[in-house]
């Protein structure tokens, strides 16, 4: 029998009568309120933010955009790998504020350099702007580290949640096809994989586990503003070849996108790459946003991270 974790069921009882009460006094989402709320939510809910020994905001250049970047060096004396991290959001949310606790935690369990990337947001600036600010990254990350004079291998991998893990898949789909990137590996935590909105779980867990199908729908018709063939943009159904990176991919049993990312792992297999798959039985979308309540399943994330980058 499906059971949230009795780790999460209150919080999230308290959540829906609230949405109800809200609902019912003429709340209407907006991309102010939707920014805020996942700021809030991380903010009371991820308070052990770590030391690191060195973070700094900076730029990756580009003649398209200058993309606002932050990066973390856990040891500045090291020669360390390279994570670009993409923060989740739904394409209209999120930041790299929003992230920092997540990304120092990350570069701390990973020893790696972690770039967090200040993508552009919908409704303001929709498809493809995002994705063309995640890849500019990828492709020019090397001047702007170098321009910091840091210490870093020449190894990249991509990490990613929801809608940052859509842009990972989006980004390593197209450098499948490019030989000036290369990516090593590529984790993504609950991704959003198919704009059609096909799959099973979003009617199976449409509603009642903070992120919510309609809520989704919403997030699509902001992204997409110039009648995109969504289907064509997804990438559960791109080309898979075993020009992509090694694969860890985490879902979450009652999370509306979940389907999709069982899906993508298949797709994966069946063109040859190394795949791992992480499942939680009974957590929700966004749980590493909500670190407080759920702290050995956000560590067990961190962890498999850690043994999948560096192994």
Same mark, same amino acid.
């Given at each position: 029998?499906?059971?949230?974790?009795?780790?999460?069921?209150?919080?999230?009882? *308290?959540?829906?009568?609230?949405?109800?009460?809200?609902?019912?006094?003429?709340?209407?989402?907006?991309?102010?309120?939707?920014? #805020?709320?996942?700021?809030?939510?991380?903010?009371? %809910?991820?308070?052990?933010?770590?030391?690191?020994?060195?973070?700094?905001?900076?730029?990756?250049?580009?003649?398209?955009?200058?993309?606002?970047?932050?990066?973390?060096?856990?040891?500045?004396?090291?020669? %360390?790998?390279?994570?670009?991290?993409?923060?989740?959001?739904?394409?209209?949310?999120?930041?790299?504020?929003?992230?920092?606790?997540?990304?120092?935690?990350?570069?701390?369990?990973? &020893?790696?350099?972690?770039?967090?990337?200040?993508?552009?947001?919908?409704?303001?600036?929709?498809?493809?702007?995002?994705?063309?600010?995640?890849?500019?990254?990828?492709?020019?990350?090397?001047?702007? %580290?170098?321009?910091?004079?840091?210490?870093?291998? @020449?190894?990249?991998?991509?990490?990613?949640?929801?809608?940052?893990?859509?842009?990972?898949?989006?980004?390593?789909?197209?450098?499948?096809?490019?030989?000036?990137?290369?990516?090593?590996?590529?984790?993504?935590?609950?991704?959003?994989?198919?704009?059609?909105?096909?799959?099973?779980?979003?009617?199976?867990?449409?509603?009642?586990?903070?992120?919510?199908?309609?809520?989704?729908?919403?997030? !699509?018709?902001?992204?997409?503003?110039?009648?995109?063939?969504?289907?064509?943009?997804?990438?559960?159904?791109?080309?898979?070849?075993?020009?992509?990176?090694? *694969?860890?991919?985490?879902?979450?049993? !009652?999370?509306? %996108?979940?389907?999709?990312?069982?899906?993508?792992?298949?797709?994966? @297999?069946?063109?040859?790459?190394? *795949?791992?798959?992480?499942?939680?039985?009974?957590?929700?979308?966004?749980?590493?946003?909500? #670190?407080?309540?759920?702290?050995?399943?956000?560590?067990?994330?961190? &962890?498999?991270?850690?043994?999948?980058?560096?192994?």
């Amino acid at each position: 029998m499906r059971q949230v974790s009795p780790k999460l069921k209150p919080w999230l009882e *308290t959540f829906n009568k609230q949405s109800i009460m809200m609902l019912n006094n003429g709340f209407k989402p907006t991309a102010t309120n939707a920014r #805020e709320g996942l700021a809030n939510l991380t903010k009371s %809910l991820v308070t052990d933010i770590p030391d690191i020994k060195w973070v700094q905001d900076d730029l990756v250049l580009h003649s398209d955009y200058n993309v606002p970047v932050r990066i973390y060096h856990p040891a500045p004396e090291q020669s %360390l790998p390279v994570i670009i991290y993409i923060h989740g959001g739904g394409h209209t949310s999120g930041s790299v504020t929003v992230y920092d606790p997540i990304c120092r935690k990350l570069a701390n369990t990973s &020893q790696h350099v972690v770039v967090s990337v200040d993508y552009r947001l919908a409704p303001e600036c929709p498809y493809p702007a995002a994705v063309n600010d995640a890849y500019n990254v990828v492709k020019n990350i090397w001047a702007t %580290l170098d321009s910091r004079h840091l210490n870093y291998q @020449k190894k990249l991998s991509l990490v990613g949640d929801s809608g940052g893990g859509a842009l990972v898949a989006t980004v390593s789909n197209k450098a499948q096809f490019d030989h000036s990137v290369n990516i090593s590996k590529q984790a993504m935590i609950y991704p959003s994989l198919d704009y059609t909105m096909g799959s099973g779980s979003i009617q199976e867990n449409a509603t009642g586990y903070l992120l919510q199908s309609k809520q989704i729908a919403w997030y !699509f018709d902001n992204y997409f503003q110039h009648d995109e063939n969504r289907k064509s943009v997804s990438p559960v159904h791109g080309d898979f070849t075993k020009g992509l990176p090694e *694969t860890l991919l985490f879902t979450a049993e !009652f999370c509306p %996108l979940r389907d999709e990312g069982l899906l993508y792992v298949e797709k994966v @297999k069946q063109a040859g790459v190394i *795949t791992k798959h992480v499942h939680f039985p009974d957590m929700i979308h966004t749980f590493m946003n909500m #670190e407080d309540l759920v702290k050995d399943e956000c560590e067990r994330v961190y &962890q498999n991270i850690n043994h999948f980058l560096n192994n």
